[in-house]
C-alpha cells in the first residue's frame, strides 16, 4: 500500500474524528494520504485535497465513509481505473459498507499486510438513445420512472431485440445483483447473492397483477423505450444522478465492460450481511 484516497459523508456526526484516525494511521505508516474537496473543506489539508473525480488517480485504495450513498458515488468516480474500494461505516444500515468504525486501524493494518479479498461486482451500462450523455454507470441500479408528475408511464421491454412485455407502471427498475437487496428488493424483486451476474428488472407499482419481476443473463442487452402522456420521464442512476427523457425514449441497459472491486474480509458472508442488516431469516417472535 503506497497511497489512499478518501472519500466521506460530511453531515456524519463521526466523520471527522474517524478521517483523522485514518490520517494519523497513514502518516505512522508512512502512507500518502489525499481528500475530497468537500472533506478537506471539513477537516483542512487543502494540499491534499482533490475533486471525487480525480482522486482515484492519485490513489492505489479508495476509503468510503459514510454509508451505501457514498460507496455508490466513490464507485461511479473509480469507473473503469479499478482501485479497490473500502466500506465503512458511519450510521444506518450500509449494506455495502464493511466495516464500523471502531475497527478502522486493524483493518488498514491487515489491508497493508494484503489479508482481504476483492469481491468483483459487476456493473451496468446505460445509453439513452440521441442524448449527448455517455459514459452512464451504475453499481446498484438504473430507474426509469414518471418523474414530478402522479401519472403512469407506458414501458417496452426488449431482450435481444426480442420483445418481452410492456407495463403501464410508475417505472421500471434495472438492478445487479449487488443492488438486489436496494430499491429492487422494495420494489418486490429477488434477492440475489452477488456472485451471480444478472439483470432483474422489477416494475414499479405495475398497474396489473399480471406482471412479476424478471431476472436476465447478464450477457443480455436490454432495449427499453418509454412512452408517456405527460412528454416526460426520468432515468436515475443509483439514486444519485438525473437525466430528464422525452417522449418517446429508447434507453439501451447493458453490462459495463469494467467491475467495481470491492475490499471483503474471508470471515464475513453475504449470508452473515442478509442475516444481522436486513434480519433475512430471522424467526418470528410469538408474542409475550
Known amino acids: 500500500m503506497k497511497s489512499i484516497g478518501i472519500v466521506a459523508n460530511v453531515k456524519k456526526p463521526k466523520v471527522k474524528s474517524t478521517v483523522n484516525r485514518i490520517l494519523r ?33 492519485y490513489s492505489q485504495f479508495m476509503v468510503s465513509l ?17 482501485n479497490p474500494i473500502l466500506g465503512i461505516n458511519l450510521g444506518g444500515i450500509g449494506f455495502l459498507t464493511e466495516i464500523t468504525s471502531d475497527k478502522i486501524e486493524k483493518t488498514l493494518d491487515r489491508i497493508k499486510k494484503e489479508d482481504y479479498v476483492i469481491e468483483k461486482r459487476m456493473c451496468l451500462q446505460a445509453e439513452i438513445l440521441g442524448s449527448k450523455e455517455k459514459n452512464l454507470y451504475a453499481l446498484n441500479d438504473i430507474v426509469i420512472d414518471k418523474g414530478k408528475v402522479a401519472r403512469l408511464i407506458y414501458l417496452h421491454l426488449y431482450d435481444n431485440q426480442e420483445f418481452v412485455c410492456s407495463y403501464s407502471a410508475d417505472g421500471l427498475i434495472l438492478s445487479t445483483s449487488t443492488g438486489s437487496t436496494a430499491y429492487s428488493m422494495a ?29 436476465f443473463s447478464g450477457k443480455d442487452f436490454l ?21 430528464k427523457l422525452g417522449s418517446p425514449s429508447t434507453i439501451l441497459v447493458h453490462r459495463a465492460k469494467h467491475s467495481i472491486n470491492l475490499i471483503k474480509f474471508q470471515e464475513r458472508s453475504y449470508y452473515e450481511v442478509l442475516r444481522t442488516k436486513l434480519h433475512w431469516g430471522a424467526k418470528p417472535k410469538m408474542g409475550e
Not at 73 to 78: L, T
Not at 196 to 214: D, E, G, W, Y
Request: charged share 25%.
Open 25 to 57: 494511521w497513514a502518516e505512522k505508516n508512512k502512507i500518502d494520504y489525499y481528500l475530497t474537496l468537500e472533506l478537506s473543506g471539513l477537516i483542512g489539508h487543502k494540499d491534499k485535497a482533490l475533486t471525487l473525480e480525480k482522486l482515484p488517480d
Open 66 to 82: 459514510g454509508g451505501d450513498g457514498t460507496m455508490l458515488a466513490s464507485a461511479r468516480a473509480v469507473g473503469k481505473k479499478g
Open 187 to 215: 420494489a418486490g424483486g429477488p434477492i440475489i447473492n452477488p456472485k451471480i451476474n444478472a439483470i432483474i428488472a422489477s416494475p414499479i407499482c405495475p398497474f396489473t397483477l399480471a406482471v412479476r419481476p424478471m431476472v
Open 223 to 243: 432495449k427499453i423505450v418509454v412512452e408517456s402522456e405527460h412528454k416526460e420521464a426520468m432515468l436515475t442512476l443509483d439514486g444519485q444522478t438525473s437525466f
